[in-house]
C-alpha cells in the first residue's frame, strides 16, 4: 500500500515524461502512450480510463502477475493518468475467472488515498468474459457498454468516443505499471515477458533493454531440452528459427526491423521433442474457434485454414490430399489477411505463414510422408471418443 498518492502532472508534464521515456503500448500495438494520451485530451467530453487487464491472449501471465503482485504500481499510473486528462472515472477490466486478481485490486483500493479527496474519480473493477477477441479494445469497450465483447469497426475509435459515449483512454495493465514507475522516478526501461514452452514452467521475468532471448529463457529456469523454433509475441505473433533468434535484444524497435515484435511481452520455445505441425493445428483450430463470428475470413477462413493443417497431422489421409492442404493453407493465408472485420484473421495468418517459413522442412516432410509419431498422437487424443468415467461422472478419452 502506498505511504501517500503519486505525485500528480498536468497533461504537459505527464506527456513530456512519456515521451522522454519513449513509452510505447505493452499490449501488442506498440503505440505511443503519450500521443495516445494527447489523443484523449484533444475531445471536448471528460474522459474515462480504462485498464484492459483481461489478457485473453493464452500464452501471457504478466498482466495478471501485476494487477495480483504489482497492484498499486498499476493503480499509480491509473490514477496519475486520471488526473492529467481531468477524468472522473477509471475501470479496470479483469478475466472474470481471475479471483485472486480481482481480491488484490479491491484490497488495494481499499487503501488507496486518493479516494478520500473531493472530487476522486469512481474506481470500478469488472469482470470481463474469457476469450481472446474480448481484450481487443473496442470488444472490451462494448462489454462495458452493456453489449456483446466483440470488436467493431473503427471509427469512431475509442478515444473518440468509447466507454459511455465519451472520450476513452485503454491501455493493459503493464502499460499503466511503467507510467507509475516513469512518474515517480523509478523507470529504468525494463519490462515484463511471459516465458513459456520449453522451460521448467512458465514463468514472467523482468528483462532490461539489450537482454536476449537467450537470457530471458536462462532467466526462467533454462530450457529443458533442445530448442527447435521460438514464438515471439503469443498466437497473433511470430515465429523465428532457434539459432539467430536467441541471440535477439528484447528491444522493440530491433525485433521490428527483423519482421518480429515482443506483442504482448510473450516468448514461447518448441521444445525438440514437440512437432511443430501439430501445435500449429493446435493453436490454429483454438483461434479459429475464438472467433467474433462478424465476417466471413474469421467464421470460414479461419475455420479452413485449421482443418487444412489438420490434414497434415491426420493418419491416413493419401499423400496428394496432404500436399493439396499445404498448399491451401498457404493460399487461404494471403486471402483473409486484411480483409477480417478486426485484426483477428491477421494474427492467425502471420502466426501461420511464419511457421510455414521457419519450420519448412517440418511441413513439407509431413506433407510427403505422414504424420510423425507425436503429429500422430496429438491428433488421436484430440480426436478420441469420449465416455463418462463411472467415478467422477466427467467425459475422459477412451
Not at 46 to 71: Q, W, Y
Amino acid at each position: 500500500m502506498p505511504s501517500r498518492p503519486p505525485r500528480r502532472m498536468n497533461l504537459n508534464e505527464l506527456v513530456d515524461s512519456l515521451e522522454r521515456a519513449r513509452l510505447h503500448g505493452h499490449g501488442g500495438a506498440y503505440f505511443p502512450t503519450g500521443t495516445k494520451l494527447r489523443a484523449v485530451a484533444s475531445q471536448r467530453r471528460r474522459p474515462i480510463v480504462v485498464v484492459n487487464g483481461t489478457e485473453g491472449e493464452p500464452l501471457s501471465r504478466k498482466d495478471r502477475f501485476l494487477l495480483s503482485a504489482r497492484t498499486d504500481v498499476v493503480l499509480d499510473g491509473a490514477f496519475c493518468v486520471a488526473h492529467a486528462l481531468g477524468a472522473d472515472a477509471i475501470v479496470v477490466g479483469v478475466d472474470h475467472r481471475r479471483v485472486q486478481v480481482i481480491d488484490a485490486l479491491e484490497q488495494a483500493l481499499a487503501g488507496r488515498p486518493e479516494l478520500a479527496d473531493r472530487g476522486a474519480p469512481v474506481v470500478e473493477v469488472i469482470g470481463v468474459p474469457d476469450g481472446f477477441v474480448s481484450g481487443q479494445e473496442t470488444a472490451l469497450i462494448n462489454f462495458l457498454n452493456g453489449l456483446e465483447a466483440k470488436p467493431t469497426t473503427t471509427p469512431p475509435y475509442p478515444f473518440e468516443k468509447g466507454l459511455r459515449g465519451r472520450p476513452t483512454l485503454v491501455s493493459n495493465a503493464e502499460t499503466y505499471a511503467q507510467i507509475g514507475r516513469i512518474v515517480a522516478g523509478r523507470f529504468d526501461g525494463s519490462r515484463h515477458v511471459t516465458v513459456a514452452g520449453a522451460v521448467p514452467r512458465t514463468t514472467v521475468v523482468s528483462v532490461r533493454p539489450g537482454t536476449t532471448v537467450a537470457a530471458a529463457l536462462t532467466a526462467a529456469g533454462g530450457v529443458t531440452e533442445p530448442i527447435s523454433a521460438i514464438l515471439l509475441g503469443g498466437y497473433g505473433g511470430t515465429w523465428a528459427a532457434a539459432a539467430p533468434a536467441l541471440e535477439l535484444p528484447l528491444d522493440e524497435p530491433t525485433l521490428r526491423a527483423e519482421g518480429l515484435t515482443l506483442g504482448a511481452g510473450i516468448i514461447f520455445a518448441l521444445g525438440s521433442s514437440d512437432c511443430g505441425v501439430s501445435e500449429v493445428a493446435r493453436v490454429t483450430r483454438w483461434m479459429a474457434d475464438q472467433t467474433a463470428g462478424q465476417c466471413g475470413p474469421c467464421v470460414f477462413g479461419l475455420d479452413a485454414i485449421a482443418g487444412a493443417l489438420e490434414d497434415l497431422c491426420a493418419p491416413g489421409l493419401p499423400g496428394r490430399d496432404r500436399f493439396r492442404s499445404l498448399a491451401q493453407v498457404q493460399r487461404w493465408c494471403a486471402m483473409v489477411n486484411k480483409r477480417g472485420g478486426c485484426a483477428h484473421p491477421d494474427g492467425v495468418s502471420r502466426y501461420v505463414t511464419s511457421a510455414l517459413s521457419v519450420m519448412a522442412h517440418t511441413f513439407s516432410d509431413h506433407a510427403g510422408n505422414g504424420p510423425c509419431d507425436r503429429c500422430e498422437a496429438d491428433y488421436r487424443a484430440a480426436n478420441a471418443p469420449l465416455r463418462r468415467s463411472v467415478r467422477t461422472g466427467q467425459a475422459v478419452p477412451v
